[in-house]
């Protein structure tokens, strides 16, 4: 039975046990290092993983390691783990910004690891996370990876390091794109004069049924756009304004901007 080690017991730490647990994981399986002890007494109570104070003695019995910690943190706290791993397990970073060449260099030795980005919706399930490695991993090991992440929502493999910056500005920041557009929509239609919880309400259920239909129907975005815009009707105006307005290059300069955020951050751990 393969042991995995969370290093920090934060929100995405915990949300990827609870995904875990609750996709038929053994508890006995996962081990947790935090230093809270009102951490390690949640986390064992809620998913009856084991915790514990020492993050040597998490990682020195794992199979695969999970650094779930702030990235400000990640250097010192992978340099003093380093003394822990020389039984090389798999390492997996779930922090942002932070290049595979700068783990290894702390790690000190030319370990597995693996580039994690999950985003917030993976704290009920419905995440997206993209994963990237440089090592060669054999076909049980990149299953489990695949069923640890799967646990939390959707997970796909890219090819180069480079594209987790776009998994960032697509998946890793695109819940608050939506989160924005909710809350324009819901602002707007109380200015229209909708009660505010009338608003909210179908905002949410309109936004809810459209990912439904996008992600159930196999039909593409545009083909779904063309079937609710009527020529002359009420949805092709509002269309209209939004390309008129420029809506998709607003989109591109944004993720673009995301993209070269999440550069300078990599450059920033890698000096």
Known sequence: MNSIA?????????????????NDFDPRQ?????????????????????TMADNHQAAARADIVVLAVKPKM?????MDL???????????????????????????????????????????QA??????????LTTEQRSLVDQIFQAIGYSCWVDSEELIDA????????????????????????ELGLP???AQELSLHTALGASRMAMESGISAAELRDQVTSPGGTTQAAIKSFQQHGLEDIFRTAMTSA???????SKDFSS
């Open 6 to 22: 969370f290093i920090g017991g934060g929100n995405m730490a915990s949300c990827i046990i609870g995904g875990m647990v609750a």
């Open 30 to 50: 996962i081990l947790v290092g935090t230093p809270s002890q009102s951490t390690r007494d949640r986390l064992s109570a809620a998913t009856g993983a084991t």
């Open 74 to 78: 990640m250097r010192q706290v992978v």
């Open 82 to 124: 380093a003394s822990a791993l020389t039984h090389r397990p798999i390492i997996i970073s779930v922090a942002a910004g932070i290049p595979v060449a700068a783990l290894k260099q702390w790690l000190g030795s030319d370990m597995p690891v693996i580039r994690a980005m999950p985003n917030t919706p993976s704290m009920i």
């Open 127 to 136: 995440g997206a996370t993209g994963l990237f490695t440089q090592s060669d």
């Open 167 to 190: 998994v960032i500005a697509v998946s890793g920041s695109g819940p608050a794109y939506f989160f924005l557009v909710l809350e324009a929509m819901q602002k707007i239609a109380q």
């Open 196 to 198: 505010k919880q009338t």
């Open 259 to 265: 993209v070269a955020r999440a550069q300078e951050m």
